[in-house]
């Protein structure tokens, strides 16, 4: 019983190298997210994602770029690694609302990710 | 502005004593909201959602509007309720707004 997988778990990056960052679920869920985590700052979302096909921002968008193109995949991608961006990244699916009100989140491992 | 804010980064007490983590929000609206713990090499986990009001591991929160407040309860700390708690808030779209998080540390 998967659930949410990242890959890859570590990845050390130079300054200005690109990596894309893999999210795969297995629940068939419709919402899927992106956070990174910092100490002191708690979990902020970069992108999530409300369907296939689909993509928005969220809190701290910049130097990110997302893509939705199957259900269960969400891909992460940094285009130009920066110091600012060492960090750990997780990922997060939901199913959509019901009457039960929103949805708890199922979480990833996480992506532990420094940028020298 | 949706916010949350966790004002201990850090709650140590002993085994047996009681616990209290403490969170406030601010929403314009009817917000959700949720407790998450990490246990340690554990992934992320919903520990309980307000709506439910029920009780999970002991832990029980009530959401109270008029201070804005989501406090986390336990009347007997166990040494396996160590872990990083964050308080989230969830509004329009399912988007969560994570306070910093509290580690609480169970000392036997």
């Known amino acids: 019983n998967a659930g949410v997988t990242q890959t890859p778990k570590f990845r050390v990056l130079k300054t200005g190298q690109s990596m894309t960052l893999l999210c795969a679920q297995d629940?068939?869920?419709?919402?899927m997210y992106w956070y990174r985590q910092d100490p002191g700052m708690g979990l902020r979302l970069i992108h999530y994602?409300?369907?296939?096909?689909?993509?928005a921002k969220g809190e701290v968008p910049d130097g990110y770029n997302v893509s939705r193109l199957k259900k269960q995949n969400f891909l992460l991608g940094l285009e130009s690694a920066a110091p600012s961006q060492t960090s750990v990244y997780f990922c997060?699916?939901?199913?959509?609302?019901?009457?039960?009100?929103?949805?708890?989140?199922?979480f990833g491992d996480g992506t532990r990710l420094s940028i020298l | 502005a949706q916010r949350v804010t966790q004002p201990e980064k850090l709650l140590s007490v002993f085994k047996g004593a009681p616990v209290e983590l403490k969170c406030n929000y601010s929403?314009?609206?009817?917000?959700?909201l949720f407790w998450y713990v990490q246990y340690s090499r554990q992934r992320l986990q919903l520990l309980l959602r307000?709506?439910s009001r029920e009780s999970i591991k002991g832990f029980t929160a009530d959401l109270n509007k008029g201070e804005t407040s989501f406090h986390l309860k336990k009347p007997f700390a166990q040494e396996e309720d160590s872990a990083m708690y964050y308080c989230?808030?969830?509004?329009?779209?399912?988007?969560?707004?994570f306070g910093a998080g509290t580690i609480l540390r169970v000392k036997s």
């Open positions: 929403y314009s609206g009817s917000p959700e």
């Open positions: 997060a699916s939901s199913t959509t609302l019901q009457t039960g009100g929103n949805q708890p989140q199922h």
């Open positions: 994602s409300v369907g296939e096909g689909t993509t």
């Open positions: 989230a808030l969830s509004g329009r779209g399912n988007k969560l707004v």
């Open positions: 307000h709506i």
């Open positions: 629940m068939n869920h419709e919402y």
